[in-house]
C-alpha cells in the first residue's frame, strides 16, 4: 500500500470552510515544498554546500519472511555476451524475465543480483498484495476514466500472478479473497460516501463498510468505517521470489548473485562491469530493476528517493488468542493515516504489522539511520490498541525495508537512453507487490514495440518531477514527516 495517501484539511472556523474544507493529496503538499525546495536552490543559500549521496549499501535482510529465501545462485565468474541484462533480483527483475524469455524464447537474458534474489524490498514487505497504483487508492488523482482503466489493468495483472503462481506448483500463501481500507475519522465518512459511489457507477466492485461492519470483520472498534475491495489480499513474500525465480529459470534465464553492477558504460552495446572481479557483460539492453536503490547505479538520483520502513511480526496467536480479538474474516486492511498501518493475518496465525512511520536517511543513505526499538515499540502499542487482549505480547521479528518514492508518489515504467535500451520500472511507493508484475509485462511490451493496456494512460511516459539535492532534500523531508506526523495526531 501507498505511504503517500490523501489528507483532508479542516477548521474549526466555519467562516473558513469555503478554503479548509478542500480534500487536498500528499501529492499536492509535497509539490509544494518542492517549490519551497527549489525556491532556496535558486536563491543561492548553501549553494556550494550540495551533497552527493552515500555508497551502496546492502544491509542483511532479517525479516521473518528471509527463512524462506531460495537456495543461492552462483556469482557471475565469466564474460558474457547478452540479450538482455537484467539488473536486480527483486519482483520486478524476475517477473520482467520471465514476461521477456516466455514471450521470446530465443532471447539470451541473464539476471544480475548486488546479494541473492529477495534480499531487497520485494523479501522485506508487509505482504499485502493490492490492485491500483498508490496515487489513485482510494483518490481519483487524474479522471475517472483513467481510475478505473489501472484499476482493471492491476487486477488483470493480479489474476495472470495467481495463474503462474497455481502452474508452478510452488505453494507461497498467495490469497486473494479481498481486503479492507479503514478510515478513523467519522468526519471522513462523506468524502468515502461520494468516492465508493461515483466509482461503482465506473464499474469499480467497491463496498463502503459502517463502522459495525469493520469491527465484525477485523475485531477491532477503532475504525469509523472502511472500505472493502474483494480485490487484493495477501501472500509470504519470499515465497513469491520462489515462484518467480523458478519461472524465470525455468524459462531459460541465468540469474547469478552476489554480483552486483559497479558501472555502466552506455551505448548500441552497453558495458557493464560486475562483481569483485570485475567482469565484462556486453548487452543490447539492460532493465532497471532495482526501485529503492536505483539511484546507486547513476540514475534517477534526482527522481526517486529510498525511504525506509518498518514491519513486525509476532508469534503464532493461540487458538484462545484467536478467538479473542475476534479477526474473524482475516481480511487484511491497511488505514487511512499519512503513516499508515497495514495488518496481515497469516495462514499460521501470525500478526504482519507494519508502519508508523517512513524514513528518509541523509544522502539517500540504504542504512537504516534510525531507531529499530523505538519504531518497534510504536508498533506494538498500535497493535495493542487495536486488539487489547494480546497485551503482553511481543514480536518475534522486527525489520527495516527500502521503498523507491518518488516526489508525487507516481510509479513508472518506460524505455530511455540515446539509444532506446534502457528499461526501467520503479517508484512503487509500497504497492510493488503486485504492480511489479504488470511492470514486467509492460517492459516486455516496450522491448517488442507492442501496445500495452498501460501505454492507453495518461501515466504512460510519464516525467517524474524533480527532487532537489541535498541538503534541501533532507531538509524537506524532515519537515513534510513532522506535517504528516502532526496530521496523524490532530
Given at each position: 500500500?501507498?505511504?503517500?495517501?490523501?489528507?483532508?484539511?479542516?477548521?474549526?472556523?466555519?467562516?473558513?470552510?469555503?478554503?479548509?474544507n478542500?480534500?487536498?493529496?500528499?501529492?499536492?503538499?509535497?509539490?509544494?515544498?518542492?517549490?519551497?525546495?527549489?525556491?532556496?536552490?535558486?536563491?543561492?543559500?548553501?549553494?556550494?554546500?550540495?551533497?552527493?549521496?552515500?555508497?551502496?549499501?546492502?544491509?542483511?535482510?532479517?525479516?521473518?519472511?528471509?527463512?524462506?529465501?531460495?537456495?543461492?545462485?552462483?556469482?557471475?565468474?565469466?564474460?558474457?555476451?547478452?540479450?538482455?541484462?537484467?539488473?536486480?533480483?527483486?519482483?520486478?527483475g524476475?517477473?520482467?524475465?520471465?514476461h521477456?524469455?516466455?514471450?521470446?524464447?530465443?532471447l539470451?537474458?541473464?539476471?544480475?543480483?548486488?546479494?541473492?534474489?529477495?534480499?531487497?524490498?520485494?523479501?522485506?514487505?508487509?505482504?499485502?498484495?493490492?490492485?491500483?497504483?498508490?496515487?489513485?487508492?482510494?483518490?481519483?488523482?487524474?479522471?475517472?476514466?483513467?481510475?478505473?482503466?489501472?484499476?482493471?489493468?492491476?487486477?488483470?495483472?493480479?489474476?495472470?500472478?495467481?495463474?503462474?503462481?497455481?502452474?508452478?506448483?510452488?505453494?507461497c500463501?498467495?490469497?486473494?479473497?479481498?481486503?479492507?481500507?479503514?478510515?478513523?475519522?467519522?468526519?471522513?465518512?462523506?468524502?468515502?460516501?461520494?468516492?465508493?459511489?461515483?466509482?461503482?457507477q465506473?464499474?469499480?466492485?467497491?463496498?463502503?463498510?459502517d463502522?459495525?461492519?469493520?469491527?465484525?470483520?477485523?475485531?477491532?472498534?477503532?475504525?469509523?468505517?472502511?472500505?472493502?475491495?474483494?480485490n487484493?489480499?495477501?501472500?509470504?513474500?519470499?515465497?513469491?521470489?520462489?515462484?518467480?525465480?523458478?519461472?524465470?529459470e525455468?524459462?531459460?534465464?541465468?540469474?547469478?548473485?552476489?554480483?552486483?553492477?559497479?558501472?555502466?558504460?552506455?551505448?548500441?552495446?552497453?558495458?557493464?562491469?560486475?562483481?569483485k572481479?570485475?567482469?565484462?557483460?556486453?548487452?543490447?539492453?539492460?532493465?532497471?530493476?532495482?526501485?529503492?536503490?536505483?539511484?546507486?547505479?547513476?540514475?534517477?538520483?534526482?527522481?526517486?528517493?529510498?525511504?525506509?520502513?518498518?514491519?513486525?511480526?509476532?508469534?503464532?496467536?493461540s487458538?484462545?488468542?484467536?478467538?479473542?480479538?475476534?479477526?474473524?474474516?482475516?481480511l487484511?486492511?491497511?488505514?487511512?493515516?499519512?503513516?499508515?498501518?497495514?495488518?496481515?493475518?497469516?495462514?499460521?496465525?501470525?500478526?504482519?504489522?507494519?508502519?508508523?512511520a517512513?524514513?528518509?536517511c541523509?544522502?539517500?543513505?540504504l542504512?537504516?539511520?534510525?531507531?529499530?526499538?523505538?519504531?518497534?515499540?510504536?508498533?506494538?502499542?498500535?497493535?495493542?490498541?487495536?486488539?487489547?487482549?494480546l497485551?503482553?505480547?511481543?514480536?518475534?521479528?522486527?525489520?527495516?525495508?527500502?521503498?523507491?518514492v518518488?516526489?508525487?508518489?507516481?510509479?513508472?515504467?518506460?524505455?530511455?537512453?540515446?539509444?532506446?535500451?534502457?528499461?526501467?520500472?520503479?517508484?512503487?511507493?509500497?504497492?510493488?507487490?503486485?504492480?511489479?508484475?504488470?511492470?514486467?509485462?509492460?517492459?516486455?511490451?516496450?522491448?517488442?514495440?507492442?501496445?500495452?493496456?498501460?501505454l492507453?494512460?495518461?501515466?504512460?511516459n510519464?516525467?517524474?518531477?524533480?527532487i532537489?539535492?541535498?541538503?534541501?532534500?533532507?531538509?524537506g523531508?524532515?519537515?513534510?514527516?513532522?506535517y504528516?506526523?502532526?496530521?496523524?495526531n490532530?
Amino acid at each position: 500500500m501507498s505511504y503517500i495517501t490523501s489528507f483532508v484539511v479542516s477548521s474549526a472556523n466555519n467562516n473558513e470552510s469555503d478554503f479548509m474544507n478542500i480534500r487536498f493529496s500528499r501529492r499536492d503538499f509535497l509539490k509544494m515544498t518542492a517549490l519551497v525546495a527549489g525556491g532556496i536552490t535558486v536563491a543561492g543559500i548553501g549553494g556550494p554546500l550540495l551533497i552527493g549521496e552515500k555508497e551502496a549499501v546492502f544491509e542483511p535482510n532479517n525479516s521473518y519472511w528471509a527463512k524462506e529465501q531460495p537456495a543461492a545462485n552462483p556469482t557471475l565468474q565469466e564474460d558474457l555476451t547478452v540479450d538482455v541484462a537484467i539488473i536486480g533480483g527483486g519482483y520486478t527483475g524476475l517477473a520482467t524475465a520471465w514476461h521477456l524469455a516466455t514471450s521470446q524464447p530465443s532471447l539470451n537474458i541473464i539476471l544480475l543480483e548486488a546479494r541473492q534474489v529477495g534480499h531487497g524490498a520485494s523479501g522485506r514487505h508487509g505482504g499485502m498484495v493490492l490492485p491500483q497504483l498508490g496515487v489513485e487508492a482510494f483518490e481519483i488523482a487524474s479522471d475517472l476514466t483513467t481510475h478505473k482503466q489501472l484499476y482493471d489493468l492491476t487486477v488483470k495483472g493480479m489474476k495472470s500472478l495467481q495463474k503462474l503462481v497455481k502452474s508452478k506448483g510452488i505453494e507461497c500463501d498467495l490469497r486473494l479473497d479481498g481486503y479492507l481500507y479503514t478510515f478513523l475519522d467519522e468526519e471522513d465518512l462523506p468524502y468515502y460516501e461520494e468516492y465508493v459511489e461515483e466509482v461503482q457507477q465506473a464499474g469499480l466492485p467497491l463496498e463502503l463498510w459502517d463502522e459495525d461492519e469493520v469491527a465484525e470483520a477485523l475485531g477491532t472498534e477503532i475504525y469509523s468505517g472502511g472500505v472493502y475491495d474483494p480485490n487484493g489480499g495477501s501472500v509470504h513474500a519470499m515465497k513469491l521470489v520462489k515462484v518467480l525465480k523458478a519461472a524465470a529459470e525455468g524459462a531459460g534465464v541465468r540469474i547469478f548473485g552476489d554480483s552486483p553492477v559497479l558501472n555502466i558504460t552506455e551505448g548500441e552495446t552497453m558495458l557493464l562491469q560486475v562483481g569483485k572481479a570485475k567482469r565484462t557483460v556486453r548487452t543490447k539492453a539492460i532493465v532497471l530493476a532495482t526501485n529503492g536503490y536505483t539511484s546507486k547505479l547513476g540514475y534517477f538520483k534526482y527522481q526517486v528517493m529510498p525511504v525506509h520502513v518498518q514491519t513486525a511480526v509476532t508469534p503464532p496467536l493461540s487458538p484462545a488468542q484467536l478467538e479473542t480479538i475476534g479477526w474473524e474474516s482475516r481480511l487484511p486492511f491497511y488505514d487511512s493515516r499519512e503513516y499508515l498501518y497495514h495488518l496481515v493475518l497469516t495462514p499460521d496465525n501470525r500478526i504482519v504489522i507494519g508502519g508508523g512511520a517512513a524514513e528518509y536517511c541523509f544522502a539517500n543513505d540504504l542504512r537504516y539511520c534510525q531507531d529499530l526499538t523505538k519504531t518497534s515499540s510504536l508498533m506494538l502499542n498500535q497493535l495493542i490498541s487495536m486488539y487489547p487482549p494480546l497485551k503482553g505480547i511481543q514480536f518475534e521479528y522486527v525489520w527495516d525495508g527500502i521503498l523507491g518514492v518518488s516526489f508525487d508518489d507516481v510509479p513508472v515504467v518506460g524505455v530511455m537512453g540515446k539509444y532506446r535500451n534502457i528499461y526501467y520500472g520503479l517508484g512503487y511507493s509500497g504497492q510493488g507487490v503486485n504492480l511489479s508484475f504488470v511492470f514486467g509485462e509492460i517492459i516486455t511490451a516496450l522491448y517488442q514495440g507492442k501496445q500495452h493496456d498501460w501505454l492507453a494512460t495518461s501515466y504512460a511516459n510519464y516525467a517524474l518531477p524533480y527532487i532537489p539535492p541535498e541538503p534541501y532534500r533532507w531538509i524537506g523531508g524532515q519537515g513534510a514527516a513532522a506535517y504528516y506526523h502532526w496530521l496523524d495526531n490532530q
